[in-house]
C-alpha cells in the first residue's frame, strides 16, 4: 500500500502502465488516504490524474470512513473521485485484494468497463460490456472456473413458461417462473423477458410494468448450468447486443417496477436496477458473485447499478462479490423502498 505521495511518484513514471497491470506488475493499486491529503497540483499532478483514471488494474483509496473523508481542497476531491473504489478498513482491502489477485484479468476488465461506462449513454455502455463480458468468456481465468465446477446435470425440458405475462387495465405483470431453480436467469428465461417487455414498450396505454419472481428467491443470477455451453462468443455477442432484456428494462424505465424478495443476485439486481423503483422485501439481499468466475456482470449491471449507487460503491460491489443487505441498499439507493 502506497501514501498518497508514493502513489503520485509512481503515476508520473513513464512506465506506470506496465508496473501496475495484471500481466507484469502489481495487479491492483492501493493507496492509504488516512496518510494525508493528496497534493495532486500543477502539471505533475494532472498527469498522475490521467494516469489514475486509465491504470490497467484496480485502484483502491483506503479511507477510516467513506463518508468522512478530508476533502477539503479540490485536488483531494478529484483524487478520490479519480479512484475505482474505496475500502474502510484494512481487513476490507485484503478480502478486495484476494478477488483480484484469484481474477487480475477480470477485475482490469471490470474497472475499465466501469469508467467508460460512466461517460457514455446507457445503450453505449450495455454494448461496452457485452463485448468486454464476451472477450472474458474465452479467458483462462473463466476457462479454469468452469473446469473446477464441475459437469452439470442435463437440460430438463419445463412446460410452464419462464415467465408469465399477464395484464390487467393498465398494468403488466412480468413474473419470473422458475421457482425450482431459484428463478436462474437462463436464455430462456432471457427471450420470455424480452417479449414481455417488448409488448409493454408496443402499447403505450400500460403505465405500469411490474417485474416480480416467483417462490423464496426473486432471482439467483445466471443459469450456471449454461455457462460454458455456447461455443461461438462472437454470436453470443450479436445475440446481447439484440435480445437484450436489459436494454428494454432501459426503455421501459419510467414505466418498470421491480418487486424484489430473497436473493437478487447478478442478474436479478442488474435488471431490476433499470426499473424506475425498485421495492424489497425485509429479506433481500444483493450481491454480484461474477469475477469469482472470471467474468463481470453481463446482464447489464455495469450500466444499470453504477447509474444508481456510484461507479465506487458498484465497482465495490462487483470487486468484492458481497452481500448488501436491504438497508444498505436503501441506504446506497440502490432499492428505493423496503416493504414488508
Avoid at 455502455?125 to 452439470?152: D, F, K, Q
Avoid at 455457462?227 to 419510467?254: M, Y
Amino acid at each position: 500500500m502506497l501514501t498518497p505521495g508514493e502513489a503520485l511518484a509512481e503515476l508520473t513514471m513513464p512506465d506506470v502502465a506496465e508496473r501496475w497491470s495484471p500481466l507484469v506488475g502489481a495487479p491492483f493499486l492501493a493507496v492509504d488516504l488516512r496518510a494525508g491529503r493528496v497534493a495532486a497540483a500543477g502539471e505533475e499532478g494532472e498527469r498522475a490524474l490521467a494516469a489514475l483514471a486509465s491504470l490497467p488494474c484496480p485502484t483502491i483509496g483506503l479511507v477510516t470512513s467513506a463518508d468522512a473523508t478530508d476533502l477539503a481542497d479540490a485536488a483531494n476531491d478529484r483524487f478520490r473521485a479519480a479512484l475505482d473504489l474505496l475500502a474502510e478498513s484494512e481487513r476490507d482491502l485484503e478480502a478486495l485484494a484476494s478477488a483480484i489477485r484469484a481474477a487480475p484479468i477480470a477485475a482490469m476488465t471490470l474497472v475499465q468497463v466501469m469508467r467508460l461506462g460512466a461517460r457514455i449513454g446507457v445503450i453505449d455502455a450495455l454494448l461496452l460490456e457485452s463485448l468486454a463480458y464476451g472477450t472474458l468468456l474465452v479467458g483462462p481465468e473463466h476457462r479454469r472456473w468452469l473446469v473446477t465446477r464441475g459437469r452439470r446435470p442435463p437440460f430438463v425440458v419445463n412446460a410452464e413458461p419462464a415467465v408469465l405475462v399477464s395484464r390487467s387495465d393498465v398494468r403488466l405483470d412480468l413474473v419470473l417462473n422458475r421457482p425450482e431453480k431459484r428463478n436462474a436467469y437462463s436464455a430462456e428465461m432471457r427471450d420470455a423477458l424480452v417479449a414481455g417487455l417488448e409488448l409493454a414498450l408496443a402499447d403505450p396505454s400500460l403505465v405500469e410494468v411490474v417485474l416480480t419472481g416467483r417462490g423464496t428467491t426473486f432471482s439467483a443470477g445466471g443459469d450456471l448450468d449454461e455457462f460454458g455451453s455456447h461455443p461461438d462468443v462472437a454470436t453470443a455477442h450479436a445475440i446481447r447486443s439484440t435480445r437484450s432484456a436489459a436494454r428494454l428494462a432501459a426503455r421501459c424505465g419510467e414505466r418498470l417496477r421491480a418487486e424484489v424478495h430473497g436473493a437478487a443476485i447478478g442478474a436479478g439486481i442488474e435488471l431490476a436496477a433499470f426499473a424506475r423503483t425498485v421495492v424489497a422485501k425485509p429479506d433481500a439481499f444483493f450481491q454480484l458473485p461474477e469475477l469469482a468466475m472470471g467474468l463481470i456482470p453481463g446482464a447489464g449491471g455495469t450500466a444499470s447499478i453504477p447509474r444508481r449507487i456510484g461507479r465506487q460503491r458498484a465497482t465495490w460491489m462487483a470487486l468484492s462479490g458481497a452481500r448488501v443487505d436491504a438497508p444498505t441498499a436503501l441506504r446506497w439507493g440502490l432499492i428505493d423502498a423496503i416493504q414488508g
